[in-house]
């Protein structure tokens, strides 16, 4: 798994390119959860991840919960019909903005 962080006006882009597992659940947070500050803008482009576990999950939901407590707009981007289908029936996907691309996301900040 592979993740890269960009910056385009003031909006955080952190790219995922892999499967989000119990292996990499704790490198996903240990690099997104320092980007949630006081209102920050986070889209998390997930085009590239065909998996996701429960900790997966559980990473999610935790930056959900970061991201509420300060305030910060956190966007998802490009999922996969399965994991949309994971998250919808945990109820998961009702915490999130979910967009097609990029650019619809930083329309909707």
């Not at 959860?33 to 998390?44: Q, R």
């Amino acid at each position: 798994m592979e993740i890269n962080i960009s910056a385009i006006d003031n909006v955080q882009i952190v790219t995922i390119d892999g499967e989000i597992d119990s292996s990499v659940a704790s490198q996903v947070t240990e690099t997104i959860i320092p980007l949630v500050t006081e209102e920050a803008k986070i889209i998390i482009d997930m085009t590239q991840v065909a998996y996701m576990s429960s900790a997966g999950l559980r990473t999610l939901l935790s930056m959900h919960r970061q991201a509420t407590a300060k305030e910060a707009h956190l966007i998802l981007v490009g999922l996969s019909e399965e994991i949309k289908d994971t998250m919808s029936v945990t109820g998961f996907l009702n915490f999130f903005t979910v967009c097609t691309s990029v650019e619809e996301a930083k329309k909707q900040l």
